[in-house]
């Protein structure tokens, strides 16, 4: 065997490091793989060759900059939720004139305890902890909704348990301090943030480098203690919650943002394919035309479609709320975009099968195609989730108000009471916050499908 044969099969050994291996075909493309520096169950990392002969200094520099960068970034991205929280939590007038600190100011805090407020508001607030923590420990073992295996290990249960009962034990001492204006209040929450943080290291495991797990064990501690003492602790939020009756007009927008985004996903998969597949007369200028009720805004045909429901009599129903937004070209033309990405090859091959257009639809082409209808799906629902002057224009009665409409009767005139409404404002945006880290991945997936051949 020759001497650089090794070399040529990609594999790469520097003193003092650990192996590099990498297939022909990576190698090629100047990639190789270090193993034995993952972390959080993440085995090995891919570097281009190019960084193998750069310094270490450079390397650092480097890394560094990555992180500087994404620093900055997140926040850009959180430091307005920083602020609206801080808003939400401090009445108006006292939070000015104290010079608009950094700071909560005037918090008005719930003389409670863990298990206060029946059994009902404890199982839901055991349940949020653990849920929360379930996930961190899931994605730090490398798994996900579909793959829930690394959750069964014994110390990552055991990290979520004793996480729930940190939190639990010591919630209830922040409350009490906070509301005794106690000077051990800052004492109170560094504990809570300690324990927590302890809990999940056990769950995550100590490993090189050993500052990721030691960050990552903190900020869950850090996130987890203040969600959890502010969402359950603040008086505001059950201001607002109990001053806009958002039960039931959240649960009314759930079902019509259900509704919609149903209704949008089929209707758009069927056209779609309609104009991806299919053979008609005039089929560019139909589809020109189409695409050209994007160029309408809803405030074009508010009057003509106002009118148009009352003569239904669809004013204060659901019908009238989804009906008019039943399909939608965006839709339409996104999922087409990916339909047109299927390789014609297979719908040949389903035609000699004797699938039909349905059977090819359902069984192939959306599938195929399941990224992009994914990331419709959720932009779909933020939209009808989101809905605010169409629901206004054909809701009068108030028993029939979505969250969105009902956000603006919590304030009135009253503007020391202002961050009732905002605290109102975050409790209806949860449920968006919650979908779009859900989706995450399905959303970049689909926007960038097709963005790389090759």
Same mark, same amino acid.
């Given at each position: 065997?020759?001497? #650089?044969?090794?070399?040529?099969?990609?594999?790469?050994?520097?003193?003092?490091? @650990?192996?590099?291996?990498?297939?022909?075909?990576?190698?090629?493309?100047? &990639?190789?793989?270090?193993?034995?520096?993952?972390?959080?169950?993440? =085995?090995?990392?891919?570097?281009?060759?190019? %960084?193998?002969? $750069?310094?270490?200094?450079?390397?650092?520099?480097?890394?560094?900059?990555?992180?500087?960068?994404?620093?900055?970034?997140?926040?850009?991205?959180?430091? =307005?939720?920083?602020?609206?929280?801080?808003?939400?939590?401090? @009445?108006?007038? =006292?939070?000015?004139?104290?010079?608009?600190?950094?700071?909560?100011?005037?918090? &008005?805090? $719930? #003389?409670?305890?863990?298990?206060?407020?029946?059994?009902?508001?404890?199982?839901?607030?055991? !349940?949020?902890?653990?849920?929360?923590?379930?996930?961190?420990?899931? $994605?730090?073992?490398?798994?996900?909704?579909?793959?829930?295996?690394?959750?069964?290990?014994?110390?990552?249960?055991?990290?979520?348990?004793?996480?729930?009962?940190?939190?639990?034990?010591?919630?209830?001492?922040?409350?009490?301090?906070?509301?005794?204006?106690?000077?051990?209040?800052?004492?109170?929450?560094?504990?809570?943030?300690?324990?927590?943080?302890?809990?999940?290291?056990?769950?995550?495991?100590?490993?090189? /480098?050993?500052?990721?797990?030691?960050?990552?064990?903190?900020?869950? *501690?850090?996130?987890?203690?203040?969600?959890?003492?502010?969402?359950?602790?603040?008086?505001?939020?059950?201001?607002?919650?109990?001053?806009?009756?958002?039960?039931?007009?959240?649960?009314?927008?759930?079902? +019509?943002?259900?509704?919609?985004?149903?209704?949008?996903?089929?209707?758009?998969?069927?056209?779609?394919?309609?104009?991806?597949?299919?053979?008609?007369?005039?089929?560019?200028?139909?589809?020109?035309?189409?695409?050209?009720? !994007?160029?309408? /805004?809803?405030?074009?045909?508010?009057?003509?479609?106002?009118?148009? +429901?009352? %003569?239904?009599?669809?004013?204060?129903?659901?019908?009238?709320?989804?009906? @008019?937004?039943?399909?939608?070209?965006?839709?339409?033309?996104?999922?087409?975009?990916?339909?047109?990405?299927?390789?014609?090859? +297979?719908?040949?091959?389903?035609?000699? #099968?004797?699938?039909?257009?349905?059977?090819?639809?359902?069984?192939?082409?959306?599938? !195929?195609?399941?990224?992009?209808?994914?990331?419709?799906?959720?932009?779909?629902?933020?939209?009808?989730?989101?809905?605010?002057?169409?629901?206004?224009?054909? +809701? #009068?009665?108030?028993?029939? %108000?979505?969250?969105?409409?009902?956000?603006?009767?919590?304030?009135?005139? %009253?503007?020391?009471?202002?961050?009732? *409404?905002?605290?109102?404002?975050?409790?209806?945006?949860?449920?968006?916050? !919650?979908?779009?880290?859900?989706?995450?991945?399905?959303?970049?997936?689909?926007?960038?499908?097709?963005?790389? $051949?090759?």
């Amino acid at each position: 065997m020759p001497a #650089d044969a090794g070399t040529e099969a990609g594999a790469v050994v520097t003193a003092g490091a @650990p192996a590099a291996v990498a297939s022909p075909q990576r190698a090629a493309e100047g &990639e190789v793989t270090l193993a034995g520096d993952g972390v959080l169950g993440a =085995p090995s990392r891919s570097v281009a060759a190019a %960084e193998i002969g $750069k310094p270490w200094w450079r390397r650092a520099l480097g890394l560094v900059g990555q992180y500087a960068v994404l620093v900055v970034l997140a926040t850009i991205v959180l430091l =307005p939720l920083v602020f609206t929280v801080l808003q939400a939590l401090s @009445p108006p007038f =006292p939070y000015i004139n104290q010079g608009k600190p950094l700071h909560p100011v005037a918090v &008005e805090w $719930k #003389d409670r305890t863990w298990i206060s407020g029946g059994l009902a508001s404890t199982v839901g607030r055991t !349940l949020v902890v653990a849920l929360a923590l379930a996930w961190v420990q899931l $994605k730090a073992g490398g798994g996900s909704v579909r793959h829930l295996a690394p959750l069964a290990s014994p110390r990552r249960l055991a990290a979520v348990v004793a996480g729930v009962v940190v939190v639990a034990a010591l919630a209830g001492q922040v409350w009490t301090a906070a509301v005794d204006r106690s000077s051990a209040t800052p004492a109170w929450w560094l504990a809570a943030i300690v324990g927590v943080a302890a809990t999940q290291l056990v769950g995550i495991g100590v490993r090189r /480098p050993l500052w990721r797990p030691l960050a990552l064990a903190g900020l869950v *501690g850090v996130a987890v203690t203040a969600f959890t003492v502010v969402a359950f602790g603040a008086a505001v939020f059950n201001r607002g919650w109990d001053q806009g009756n958002l039960g039931p007009a959240m649960g009314r927008s759930l079902v +019509i943002t259900v509704l919609i985004t149903v209704a949008q996903v089929l209707t758009s998969i069927l056209a779609a394919y309609a104009f991806a597949f299919l053979r008609f007369p005039a089929k560019p200028l139909v589809f020109a035309l189409f695409m050209g009720t !994007l160029l309408l /805004p809803l405030e074009v045909t508010l009057l003509a479609n106002v009118q148009t +429901i009352r %003569e239904l009599g669809w004013i204060n129903s659901n019908a009238g709320l989804v009906l @008019p937004f039943g399909a939608t070209a965006f839709g339409t033309f996104l999922i087409r975009q990916g339909f047109r990405g299927v390789p014609p090859e +297979i719908q040949d091959a389903t035609r000699l #099968d004797g699938y039909g257009h349905m059977g090819f639809l359902w069984r192939f082409a959306v599938p !195929l195609t399941r990224p992009v209808i994914a990331s419709f799906t959720v932009i779909s629902a933020l939209g009808a989730w989101n809905q605010y002057l169409w629901p206004q224009a054909v +809701i #009068d009665d108030s028993r029939y %108000e979505t969250a969105q409409i009902a956000l603006k009767s919590i304030v009135g005139t %009253e503007v020391a009471n202002a961050n009732v *409404g905002v605290a109102a404002a975050l409790i209806v945006a949860l449920p968006v916050v !919650l979908l779009l880290v859900a989706f995450q991945r399905q959303i970049i997936r689909g926007l960038t499908a097709g963005a790389v $051949k090759g």
